[in-house]
């Protein structure tokens, strides 16, 4: 009879220490003064195009994983939608382009949506950082595309931090045109501060 119960208890405590999830309880509200959805380009070789879109709303939610004793932070929900005419680069001639029919053409493509459909844990970092893959669904220009973006997400006292960095092709994944010394390529850095709310 006992070695039936040590058994029991046996199989009761494998299922669950192994792992479980917890959503993180509080809405996730994100902190718009200090965070920053940007571009980066370039133009030619060496020359550089920064700039940011400051109109966006997102939502976010995490979930707290503990697997063998250790506790993981994924991404459980990702989407998010940025204004188009909200584009700031530091040049009003090259943010009347950008809105333009050329690239964005926001009079009839007014917004850019992402929507992720998958995430990858990749682990946590010796410092602290919890690593993954983002996968999504983006829309801009009339046009829905697959991407991928790295993930890196840091827990504080109360509020997380999580970046976003990726690559896309204007021309070639979004149909658009571009300056004829601009390289298509367009490297996506996004850094959301979370707050507990």
Do not use: W
Not at 128 to 147: F, L, N
Not at 175 to 181: N, P, Q
């Amino acid at each position: 009879m006992r070695k039936i119960i040590l058994c029991v208890a046996m199989v009761f405590v494998a299922l669950f220490s192994t792992s479980s999830a917890q959503e993180i309880p509080n809405t996730l509200t994100i902190n718009m003064a200090k965070s920053n959805v940007g571009f980066k380009a370039k133009k030619m070789a060496f020359v550089g195009v920064e700039g940011s879109f400051s109109t966006y709303s997102g939502k976010v939610a995490l979930a707290s994983i503990s697997q063998h004793n250790t506790e993981s932070i994924i991404i459980t929900e990702l989407s998010g939608t940025i204004v188009v005419d909200s584009v700031q680069s530091g040049n009003s001639t090259r943010d009347e382009h950008i809105r333009g029919e050329v690239l964005f053409d926001s009079k009839k493509y007014p917004e850019i949506v992402f929507t992720m459909t998958q995430y990858e844990p990749l682990g946590a970092t010796q410092n602290g950082q919890y690593e993954g893959r983002v996968y999504g669904i983006m829309q801009a220009h009339g046009i829905a595309k697959e991407v991928v973006l790295s993930s890196h997400l840091t827990k504080g006292a109360d509020t997380y931090t999580l970046s976003l960095n990726g690559k896309v092709d204007v021309k070639k994944d979004f149909g658009m045109e571009s300056y004829v010394i601009m390289n298509n390529t367009v490297t996506i850095d996004v850094v959301l501060v979370l707050e507990e709310r």
